[in-house]
């Protein structure tokens, strides 16, 4: 007896026990072109699973869905079945049960193309029907029927990635409204931040397929700040399909536009930091040498937006002022560092072309320095590295010696300033880099006095010595009136640094323009 008719009489005799035995989801697996047996089979697994007469258990449904999800990779494509000339099927509740019957009268050149095509519509209504009766439900589900919503979930990701192709699907129209029903997409965003982990990853591997496969038709009239903000909630739960669906998001020239202003700051700010990430791993992976996998919309609206907002990180000088939109401030300057730092890629060069987002870089650099020789903020350069020595924020403010102007160093790291001002000047470093319109820009925008008088040890801005002297070195760069406004300048003496005390060392300077060298200080008796 071959196996569809021992599964047919398991189906008749509702012998649950002696199914379960015989029925292999992994023998649903194999590769097209497949056999009339093949095909009758999984009509008998289709039927029994859309035919609520049958009542059967959810363990049994896992199973059944296990091998119609398995049956469209590298199988079967999705066909509608038409009928004959003369043949009525609309007497028949369930088409599955109409084709198991036909397919006896069936040779191997029957009237469907059964060796790579199967109708999957049936499957896929009742997969959606179950996926949203399910998410609906006001009780708690049972590990049966979350196995169940997962499974369904993992089928209709299988059919849209594998099994269906929207250009020659026969039944494409009436799939397509399936999945374009509005409740039914507001049930998958709900799913994608499940609390129960399996049904998010399903979810949430769902949505990266249909972005993937379908985006016109899937993102079209989809909430896009809810879905968002579930995409954002399952990443931070370590579901990667999340990561990478918002990846493959923000890959749309749109996107980012879209649902910026509109999804909460804390999501705002995982976001531009998912930015920061993967451009950062780009720009520094040697084999990415075309282009940066962010949109240029994209990256002009970030630009943008950090022009619109940049003035945000000079009130943190007052403690009143929350700090989380200035940390947005700061990463939006972080992730134009990483932007602007291989001159070969356009996008680079899209960016050098804005003048006003150098001009804007300059004079905010002018004031935070302004700011920062004014009184004692979070913008003063701190030259003792012993202030961010690690002590716990009770020792740090109890042995303060002068605790009207103390620091807290926890506040101090903590703080959107901190290290603001070099990622600044890195900024217009790399803006300037063989760049002489640029170049000039700077000079003529008093930028290299200001960058001169920046370059001195600051614990608050680590590297900012080494990104001034780049910037100073782009600014020079076959550009003689730079390097004129340079040699005209004055040295007026050897900066006291407490940084290099603290060290051990001195700078000495011999006068009448020799070199200064470091020596070490003079042993205390």
Request: charged share 25%; glycine share 4%.
């Amino acid at each position: 007896m071959e196996s569809s008719e021992r599964l047919a009489l398991c189906i008749e005799n509702k012998d649950w026990d002696t199914l379960v035995s015989i029925l292999k989801p992994k023998d649903f697996c194999s590769d097209i072109p497949r056999t009339l047996c093949d095909f009758n089979k999984l009509l008998k697994v289709a039927e029994l699973l859309t035919d609520n007469d049958f009542n059967i258990s959810e363990k049994i449904k896992s199973i059944l869905l296990k091998c119609l999800a398995n049956s469209c990779v590298n199988g079967y494509l999705e066909k509608a079945y038409v009928p004959k000339d003369g043949e009525d099927i609309s007497a028949h509740k369930n088409i599955y049960k109409f084709l198991s019957q036909e397919v006896s009268k069936w040779s191997e050149e029957g009237p469907y193309p059964f060796h790579i095509n199967f109708p999957y519509d049936g499957v896929v209504r009742w997969a959606i029907k179950t996926i949203a009766d399910y998410a609906s439900t006001q009780k708690r589900l049972s590990e049966d029927q979350t196995e169940v919503l997962r499974l369904s979930l993992q089928f209709l990701c299988n059919f849209f990635t594998f099994a269906f192709n929207i250009s020659t699907s026969t039944n494409a129209d009436a799939i397509m409204e399936y999945i374009k029903d509005q409740n039914f997409k507001d049930t998958i965003i709900k799913l994608v931040g499940h609390d129960r982990a399996p049904i998010a990853r399903a979810a949430c591997a769902y949505v990266h397929n249909m972005v993937k496969q379908l985006f016109k038709e899937f993102y079209a009239t989809i909430d896009k700040k809810e879905l968002t903000a579930e995409l954002i909630k399952s990443t931070i739960s370590d579901i990667q399909a999340a990561l990478d669906t918002v990846i493959l998001l923000l890959k749309e020239p749109n996107y980012l536009k879209d649902i910026y202003d509109e999804i909460s700051i804390d999501d705002r700010l995982y976001l531009l930091d998912i930015i920061h990430q993967e451009v950062r791993s780009f720009v520094y992976n040697e084999e990415n040498k075309n282009t940066y996998w962010l949109p240029i919309e994209s990256i002009e609206f970030l630009s943008d937006k950090f022009k619109k907002k940049s003035d945000l990180i000079l009130k943190t000088v007052n403690s009143e002022l929350n700090n989380i939109e200035p940390t947005e401030v700061t990463i939006l300057i972080d992730i134009l560092g990483v932007l602007t730092s291989n001159p070969k890629l356009d996008e680079c060069k899209k960016l050098q072309e804005d003048k006003s987002l150098l001009i804007n870089c300059v004079y905010l650099l002018k004031a935070i320095h302004m700011v920062g020789k004014d009184s004692n903020n979070c913008f003063t350069p701190l030259q003792k590295l012993s202030d961010l020595a690690l002590h716990t924020k009770t020792d740090c403010c109890n042995e303060a010696e002068d605790p009207n102007n103390h620091v807290c160093k926890e506040k101090i790291q903590n703080h959107p300033a901190f290290g603001f001002k070099a990622s600044l000047i890195r900024v217009i470093g790399n803006l300037v880099h063989k760049h002489e319109k640029n170049q000039n820009l700077v000079r003529e925008n008093d930028g290299i006095p200001l960058l001169l008088d920046c370059c001195n040890i600051d614990a608050r801005n680590p590297l900012i010595i080494q990104w001034t002297t780049l910037a100073i070195r782009n600014l020079v760069d076959k550009n003689p009136e730079n390097q004129e406004v340079i040699g005209k300048s004055v040295k007026i003496g050897v900066v006291d640094s407490a940084v290099v005390r603290e060290m051990g060392l001195t700078l000495h300077d011999e006068g009448e323009g020799n070199a200064i060298g470091i020596m070490p200080l003079p042993k205390k008796d």
